[in-house]
């Protein structure tokens, strides 16, 4: 999703303050209900669950992050209300591709997708203009993390899209393991890949970090956000292998629950 009319309070010098947090961990060893009041719902259950306010962090194309609020109707019809605090009001239409998974289009025709887990209480998004975030229903803050909490085992799905946003893989499956900052990842298309959390933003639930060589020739970065109560993720893997990367394409989207 793309933002107008806002004038956002970044947050600065992001792997110089998460390089220190971590020397300092080892050392001790990223409004309104839709508009559409008088249309007759669809009745899908799958859009009629996301109805209600929704609470999380995104981040954007240039790794600034932030806290925002949304709020859907029982169509699929969202309203941004605010990031970090400012008022938005930018609007997007989810489309429904399964019953966990959405296209998104949003009020300046930007491209994206949805994904919400089983329970309909969390989802993550991404969108053509390198943005992505993670949702809670209900939720109003976030705690403050600790370095641990992505510990454990998670699994979930995800996909891959063309430069257009073409699905080229809509049941990518996945599970993630991290403990003590390393990672493994694992999919149903050979794409593992090993690598270590390097950046940690506790006041987001943020972490970044390297992979190694998978099985493609690849190597890159993850990147994972938690919901506020830690038990569902929106990551994503970019495929650095050839010294550049573009959204959506060299992007890798999963959405995992804690197991």
């Not at 887990?117 to 989802?123: I, N, P, R, S």
């Amino acid at each position: 999703m793309k933002f107008t009319g806002l004038k956002y309070s970044y947050f600065r010098g992001f792997a110089i303050l998460l390089t220190l947090f971590l020397l300092a961990i080892f050392a001790g060893c990223d409004g309104g209900g839709g508009g559409n009041e008088d249309q007759a719902s669809t009745g899908d259950p799958d859009l009629t669950i996301l109805e209600g306010t929704w609470f999380g962090t995104m981040i954007d194309d240039t790794n600034i992050i932030y806290t925002m609020t949304v709020t859907f109707d029982n169509d699929g019809n969202l309203v941004v209300d605010s990031v970090d605090g400012n008022p938005v009001g930018d609007t997007a239409t989810l489309t429904k591709i399964t019953s966990t998974m959405f296209s998104m289009l949003d009020s300046n025709n930007i491209k994206g997708m949805v994904v919400v887990d089983a329970q309909g209480l969390h989802l993550g998004w991404m969108d053509e203009a390198d943005n992505a975030g993670v949702l809670q229903k209900k939720a109003s803050q976030l705690p403050v993390f600790d370095v641990s909490d992505i510990n454990g085992q998670w699994w979930g799905e995800g996909f891959w899209c063309d430069a257009d946003m073409n699905l080229l893989l809509d049941d990518l499956q996945s599970n993630m393991t991290v403990n003590d900052l390393s990672f493994s990842v694992q999919d149903n298309y050979n794409t593992d890949i090993n690598g270590s959390f390097l950046f940690f933003l506790p006041e987001y639930g943020a972490w970044r970090g390297k992979y190694n060589l998978n099985a493609l020739g690849e190597s890159g970065s993850l990147t994972v956000l938690l919901t506020a109560d830690n038990n569902f993720a929106t990551s994503f893997s970019i495929d650095n292998a050839n010294g550049a990367e573009s959204c959506p394409q060299d992007y890798r989207y999963r959405f995992l629950s804690l197991q």
